[in-house]
C-alpha cells in the first residue's frame, strides 16, 4: 500500500482538480495526513484531563509581598538596632536600601554617617545619599580617565624610546635640562632665603564667624594660589598666616588641602596676632573701605590682606578691625588708574598676591594693575594732553631727570598724573 501512495503521489496535483469539490476537500485531507504521518514519527502526549490546569503566578503582586516583607525587616531591624548603637542603625538601615535596588555610596565615612544621623526625614536622608553616590560615581570616573592619561603616556614614552637611536641618546647639548625637581630645590631655597631676609606679608586669618562653610573653601583655595605664586616669584614675601587657630576651620582645611606637605611649606603659622609680632607704626591694613589711597608700594611694612571672601556683602568689617587695633590701612588707587564701572572694589587674595609681587619688584602701576580682571574695569586713564606736553617740555630740557628723589613736591606729581 505504501508503494502505491508513493507512486501516486507525484500526478496528485493533476489529478485533484478533476474530482468533485467535496470529494476534493476530503482527499487532500487524507493525502496531508498520510505525507505527514510517512514522514514525522508518531509522539504520544499526556492526558491533559488527568492533570490539573496550572495556576497563574502573579508576578506583580509577588513582588510587592516581597518588597514589603524586606521593608518591614529593614524597618524592624533599625528600631531594634536604634537602642544599641544608632551608628550601627544606621549602617543596616543603608545596607537594606542597598539590597533594595536605591542608589547609595559604596563607602561612607563617620563623619558622613554622622550627617545622615542628623538628617530630619526620610527624604533628606535619601537626597543626601543620592549626593554622595553621585559625587562617588564622579570620582571613580576622574580616576579610571586619570589612570587611562598615565597609560597612554607611558606607552607614548615607550614608544619614544623605541624611536630614538644611539646616536640621538649620545648627543651633547649646550643648554642644562631643568628637571622639574631640580626647579622644586630652587623654589625651597628662595623660600628660605625670604624666611630670612624677606619683607613679611601677613594674611590675617581672623574671620571663621564672619563666613559660611562655602566662603571658607574659597579663601582656602584663594590662599594656595597666593602661597603658589608667591613661591615662583623671583624675589618671594615671608608669608605669616596670624590668628590660625589650631583645629580651628581654617586650620582644617588647610591640613586637608596640603596634606602631609602642610609641615615644610617655608611659612610662619601661628596663633599670636599681628600686633604681636610687629610694631605698630610699621604695620599697614590693606583694606578697600580705607579713606587713605596707596601711592606707592614702601618695602620697610608690612601689609596685612584679610583673609575673608564676602559673599553676602559686609562692607567695612576689615576697617572696623583695624581701627580697633589703631592701625594705619590703605586702599588700592584703582579710581585713579582704571575706568572702573559699576561694581564693589574687592578683589580676590591671589590678585593681590600678584599685584603686590609686581609692585614690589617694579614699582609700576599700571604692570601691577594688569591683574585686576578686565570684566570690572574698561580700560586704564590715559594722561592728560596738558600734562604730557609738560613732561615733554621737562625732557626736552634735560631737567627731567635732574631733579634728585624727593626734591619734587607731592602735590606736583599729582598735577602731572591728573
Excluded at 97 to 107: D, I, M
Excluded at 137 to 164: D, G, H, S
Excluded at 177 to 185: G, Q
Excluded at 298 to 317: E, L
Aim: hydrophobic content about 35%; charged content about 30%.
Amino acid at each position: 500500500m505504501s508503494v502505491c501512495v508513493n507512486f501516486f503521489r507525484p500526478f496528485t496535483r493533476f489529478l485533484v482538480p478533476f474530482t468533485l469539490p467535496r470529494k476534493r476537500n476530503n482527499l487532500y485531507s487524507t493525502i496531508l495526513q498520510r505525507y505527514i504521518s510517512s514522514k514525522i514519527p508518531a509522539v504520544t502526549y499526556p492526558n491533559n484531563e488527568s492533570t490539573p490546569p496550572s495556576e497563574k503566578l502573579e508576578l506583580d503582586k509577588w513582588k510587592t509581598t516581597m518588597k514589603s516583607s524586606v521593608q518591614e525587616e529593614c524597618v524592624s531591624t533599625v528600631s531594634s538596632s536604634k537602642d544599641e548603637d544608632p551608628l550601627a542603625a544606621t549602617r543596616e538601615f543603608i545596607e537594606m536600601w542597598r539590597l533594595l535596588g536605591k542608589e547609595v555610596p559604596e563607602h561612607i565615612t563617620e563623619e558622613e554617617l554622622k550627617t545622615i544621623m542628623e538628617c530630619v526625614s526620610k527624604t533628606a536622608k535619601k537626597k543626601y545619599l543620592k549626593y554622595l553616590y553621585v559625587k562617588e560615581k564622579q570620582k571613580k570616573a576622574k580616576q579610571i580617565k586619570k589612570e587611562m592619561k598615565a597609560a597612554a603616556r607611558e606607552e607614548a614614552k615607550n614608544v619614544k624610546l623605541l624611536e630614538t637611536t644611539e646616536e640621538d641618546k649620545q648627543q651633547n647639548f649646550l643648554f642644562l635640562r631643568l628637571w622639574d625637581r631640580n626647579i622644586n630645590i630652587a623654589m625651597s631655597w628662595k623660600g628660605a632665603q625670604a624666611m630670612q631676609f624677606g619683607q613679611p606679608l601677613v594674611f590675617d586669618m581672623a574671620y571663621e564667624n564672619y563666613m559660611k562653610p562655602k566662603e571658607l573653601q574659597y579663601t582656602i583655595s584663594q590662599l594656595l594660589e597666593s602661597e603658589g605664586w608667591n613661591r615662583r616669584n623671583v624675589d618671594p614675601f615671608h608669608i605669616y598666616f596670624c590668628n590660625l587657630k589650631t583645629d580651628g576651620a581654617y586650620h582644617r582645611e588647610l591640613v586637608k588641602r596640603y596634606e602631609e606637605k602642610w609641615d615644610k611649606l617655608l611659612l610662619t603659622a601661628t596663633e599670636k596676632s599681628h600686633v604681636d609680632l610687629f610694631p605698630k607704626d610699621s604695620i599697614i591694613y590693606l583694606t578697600a573701605d580705607s579713606p587713605n589711597v596707596m601711592t606707592t608700594f614702601r618695602h620697610d611694612k608690612v601689609y596685612i590682606i584679610g583673609s575673608f571672601v564676602d559673599k553676602k556683602m559686609q562692607p567695612g568689617t576689615s576697617l572696623a578691625k583695624a581701627k580697633r587695633l589703631n592701625l594705619a590701612t590703605e586702599c588700592l588707587p584703582l579710581d585713579k588708574y582704571l575706568q572702573w564701572d559699576t561694581g564693589n572694589k574687592n578683589l580676590t587674595l591671589d590678585q593681590m598676591m600678584r599685584i603686590l609681587l609686581c609692585l614690589k619688584n617694579t614699582g609700576n602701576w599700571e604692570e601691577a594693575l594688569k591683574f585686576v580682571p578686565k570684566r570690572k574695569h574698561t580700560g586704564f586713564l590715559e594722561i592728560s594732553q596738558h600734562s604730557q606736553e609738560f613732561i615733554d617740555r621737562l625732557k626736552k630740557a634735560k631737567t627731567f631727570n635732574s631733579f634728585s628723589k624727593g626734591s619734587l613736591n607731592v602735590c606736583a606729581q599729582k598735577k602731572w598724573l591728573k
